[in-house]
Every structure is written in C-alpha cells, then in structure tokens.
C-alpha cells in the first residue's frame, strides 16, 4: 500500500526575521520542497501615490524618502530628475556634483546593509556588524550635511537644500581608503567563505532572457550576465563624465545568475561607487546650490517618465500634469516591487533553506514595495 | 533605434483599424493611443518583430482621466460619470535602445482592457496594482485579485478621483 502524501502549506511571516519587512509567503510544500510561492503584500500600503494629488510638487520630496528608506538619497534624486525633465529646469553643476556623491554614498550604505543583513539570514553574524560600522560613517556625512541621517529631505527640484559642510570634503576624501580596505576585509569573512558559498553558489539560478521578461534590473539583472545600468544606457545627472565599470555576474564559484553572484555583485559594485565618488570630489566646482529651485512649480500640460539607477534597480516616476501646481497623477515604478514578482518563479523546486537564500539577494525593501 | 514617429507607422500599418494617434507633446513624452482590446495583439508585435523587439515592460500604471462629467455632492465630495480611464505603458527595447509609450483608454463604467502577461510576465502584478487602486479588469489575467489593499476591501478603488474614503472599515469608525 502506498503512503498517503498530501501538499502543506506554510506560512512564512509577515513576522519572519528574514523577510526584512512585513511580507507573508504562502509556501506550499510536498516535502521539504518547494511546489509554489505565493507572497502577500501590502501590509505598509499607505497609498503614496493618493498623497500626492493632494499636495504640491515640492511637497511631495519627504514622502519619497519614506518609500525605500534605505535609499532616500536615490528617491528623492529620481523625482527631482522627473519634475525637472517636466519643467524643462536647469540644475547648476555644483548640485550635480553634490547628488551624484551623496547618491553613490547611499549606494555603498545599502548595499553595505543588503550584505549585512544577507549575512545574517545565511548564519553569520559577525560581518552584519562590521558592515554597520562603516554605514555609521557614511550617515555621519550625510548628518552633517542635511542633519538627517535616514530622512534627508535633501535633494529638491532645481537643487538641493544645503550647500557641503565644510569638513565634508576632508571627511569623505578619507572614507574612500579606509573603505576599500574593508571591502577586503568583508571578502575574506564573508564572499569567500566555504560555508557561505555552499549555501549560496547554484541557488535560485535566474538566467537573463527571464529576468529582461520579468522586468529584473538593478544588481540582480546585472548578476545574471546582461549588462544594463540606466548609469551608463541612459545617463542622467553628470555621470557620463565619470570613468567606472558595470560588473556582472561570471558565475565565479557556481552558475551564472545564482544567489552567490547577486551578492558579489553588489560588493564589486561598492567598489565602482568609490571610484565614482572620488571623481566627483576632485572635480567637483564651485557655485550656488539654491539659484535654479523655482519659487513656484507650475509645469505645462503633459506627462513625463523620469528614472534614475537606485541601488535596487531601475526607479521611475511617471508624472501626469494637467497645468496645476499639484500632479495630476504620480506613478511610481519601485524596483523592489519588480523584484519581488519573480519570487515563486526562482524558488520551485528548491528547499525551505533555499527560499531565505533567494530572498535576501532581491533585496527588497518592503517600504517601497507597498508604497 | 527608432523614432516614435517611425514605430507609430510600422504598427499603423499593421493594425490600422486598433492603433489611433501619436499624440506627440516634444519635448515631453509622445505617446500613441491604441485599442484596449487589441493591445495584447499590438504588444506581442512589438515584442517579436525584428525591427521593434521591446522584451522589457517598463511600467505599466492604471489612470483615472477624470474626463467625464463632474458632479458636487453635498457631502464635499464629487461623483464623475462618464469618460474614461486609461493604462499606460512605456515600453523598453534593451537590445535596439529605443522606447514608446502606449495608452488605452476604456469606458469608465465598463473598464475592460487585455492583459499582457503573456507578452511579459512582469504585467501580472502591475496589472493587479491597477486593478486594486483604479479598478480597471483585465481579461485573460490568470490571477485577478486585489494586492496592496486588503482582500476584503470593499470601499472601492482609491485613486479614482471621486474616491470617497470609506466611514468604517469592518465595523470599526475610521477616524480623521
């Protein structure tokens, strides 16, 4: 007689410690493996893009910072570049300069916070807190300059709110040195260790065809091998005068697209941060940071599809305005959103395990997925 | 790369009766109105052929035009019949570089568009989001429920423009 087998369901959250957020995972189970992932979301939905109606353009910059508070720099920066591609706003230099260095400084905190975390999900501890360290110093810029150190409300439409601090160039001319040797430091605890790499290296493989359909960007679309960074393919900002590279996966310990290069490629990219950084300091000019921000923003009719390279992927702003001070209409396009779609594609077939391993490398930010 | 001018024509003349205008407002962005309910036909061409090839989906948003017929009520807020609600796309071509936006608009009082999760999967839970917050259907989506709000959400669909918020929420007051 044969055994009785049936499917189970389990709940993963919206408490699980390795969900980062409020996110509930409807697993269903034949065994120990996965047959189907369901996630539900929604549990921080606010309905930010209703807010927005009601308020007038500039009003709307704190209430981005809210959306992926690990990156508020970045969201702030991409709607800045939307409302000025839709009133047709010149930005002084110096204020490109100054955004491209804290955008590249918010970059290196979030990954520094993905790795980290990531860790811990996998088991080690230890490098979780030598990665806080480091964010320490870079929010410890970040306060001197806007006196925030997660809620900056720093960068408007036409500029931004404060000029550098000035020690702040002395201060991040010494990070980037110190950094790099930690880089190295987090290598040897962490990317190459044996037991990490056992756990991570051939998980959750997701080739490039699949995630271009899906809609992936950002490190886990450039961990797949297909090199596509809105940086470099569609520069906005300054960044077409800096010299970096775009890493992608190579599958160095395991298949190329698995867990293992979704990691390594955001530490590759703190690197290419750093040398971004160092650019921008040296030839960063002088000038005023508040002469192009309008008393008044009173766009012409029309819409508009403003985006930047988040450190999590590709973020839009798809603005509609009807001619009056306030958006007609703001759609945001948040990577982590896109991210978090491909979950039950990239998780059949492999263990409970596996399904934390998968997750932390989408490194989702569930602020911004529920909006 | 092509221009939009040029994919317009390509597609005008593949689709001549399903594909409207180019609304073009340089230096903002041009889009080109189509049928809601050949848009699954349009997308796939865009996606396979040769010349166009758009693999990736950008973003796809669900809008209330607000276009109809504007009422006050007494209770402050405004009741809208008529007109319509529309869905953009803003299409991607990572190979070729080029980009086009697209916009169908459909009856608000029977919102029906097509769905394109066969065209790229990432349209399932953008179509589900515009579902929940303008209530536009999509036929043919294999999986239509509600995604931010909660499944048992019933005071309809909050960014329409005459979306009113609701007094209770499962029979508790909802202070303001």
């Known amino acids: 007689m044969a055994l009785k087998t049936e499917e189970m369901v389990l709940n993963m959250g919206p408490q699980h410690p390795s969900t980062h957020g409020v996110l509930r995972l409807e697993l269903i189970l034949e065994g120990e493996i996965i047959q189907k992932v369901t996630p539900h979301i929604g549990y921080l939905h606010r309905c930010f893009e209703k807010h927005t109606e ?48 804290m955008g590249e400084f918010q970059r290196i905190a979030s990954h520094l916070v993905a790795i980290g975390t990531y860790g811990i999900d996998i088991g080690a501890f ?3 807190l030598y990665c806080f360290r480091d964010r320490e110093t870079i929010l410890n810029l970040f306060e001197i300059t806007c006196g925030a150190r997660l809620m900056y409300n720093y960068i408007w439409p036409g500029g931004v709110s404060h000029d550098l601090h000035p020690d702040f160039i002395r201060l991040a001319k010494e990070f980037i040195p110190y950094f790099r040797k930690t880089i190295d430091e987090l290598n040897n605890l962490l990317s190459y260790n044996k037991i990490f790499i056992e756990r991570t290296a051939n998980v959750g493989i997701l080739p490039k065809e699949t995630a271009i359909n899906f809609g992936i ?33 190579q ?61 999590r992927g590709e973020l839009g702003y798809f603005i509609i305005s009807n001619g009056g001070t306030s958006p007609f209409r703001i759609k945001v396009r948040g990577p982590s959103f896109v991210n978090l779609s491909i979950i039950d594609e990239l ?25 | ?152 959400w019933t005071a309809g669909y909050p960014l329409r423009k005459d979306y009113r918020n609701p007094e209770f929420y499962n029979g508790m007051k909802v202070p303001y």
């Not at chain 1, 991409?78 to 110096?94: D, F, N, Q, S, T």
């Not at chain 2, 809008?63 to 953009?88: F, M, P, Q, R």
Request: net charge negative; glycine share 6%; hydrophobic share 40%.
């Open chain 1, 54 to 101: 009601a308020m007038t353009y500039p009003q709307v910059v704190p209430y981005t910072d809210r959306m992926d508070y690990l990156s508020s720099m970045y969201n702030e920066f991409g709607y800045a570049v939307a409302v000025e591609k839709l009133c047709g706003i010149e930005v002084p230099e110096r204020v490109e300069y100054i955004r491209v260095i």
């Open chain 1, 126 to 128: 230890t490098p979780f």
């Open chain 1, 217 to 249: 960007t950002g490190p886990m679309l450039r961990a797949s091998g297909f090199k596509w960074d809105i940086r470099k393919d569609d520069p906005y900002s300054v960044y077409n005068k800096f010299d970096f590279n775009i890493p992608v996966g």
């Open chain 1, 347 to 371: 998780c059949r077939g492999y263990m409970i395990a596996d399904v934390i391993t998968i997750l932390g490398t989408t490194d989702i930010v569930l602020g911004e997925v529920d909006r």
């Open chain 1, 251 to 311: 599958g160095l310990v395991g298949t190329v697209g698995d867990s293992w290069d979704r990691y390594y490629v955001r530490v590759l990219e703190m690197e290419e941060s750093c040398k971004i950084i160092e650019q921008a300091l040296e030839q960063i000019p002088e000038g005023d940071v508040s002469s192009a921000i309008p008393k008044r923003i009173k766009p012409p009719v029309g819409q508009v599809y403003g985006r930047v390279e988040n450190p």
């Open chain 2, 1 to 152: 790369m092509k221009t939009v001018e040029e994919i317009f024509e390509l597609i005008k003349n593949k689709f001549p009766e399903a594909v409207f205008n180019l609304i073009n407002t340089q230096p903002l962005d041009s889009y080109i109105e189509v049928s809601p309910l050949e848009v699954d036909k349009i997308t796939f061409f865009l996606r396979d052929t040769e010349e166009l090839l758009f693999d990736s989906l950008v973003l796809l948003s669900g809008v209330d035009d607000a276009n109809g017929e504007t009422k006050k009520d007494e209770d402050g807020g405004i009741t809208i019949t008529g007109g319509t609600l529309s869905v953009y796309y803003h299409l991607e071509s990572t190979s070729l570089r080029h980009k086009v936006v697209l916009k169908a608009s459909t009856p608000r009082e029977k919102p029906e568009v097509v769905s394109v999760t066969e065209v790229w999967r990432c349209a399932d839970w953008h179509e589900r989001e515009a579902f929940d917050m303008v209530g536009i259907v999509f036929l043919n989506h294999p999986d239509l429920r509600r995604i931010l709000l909660p499944y048992d």
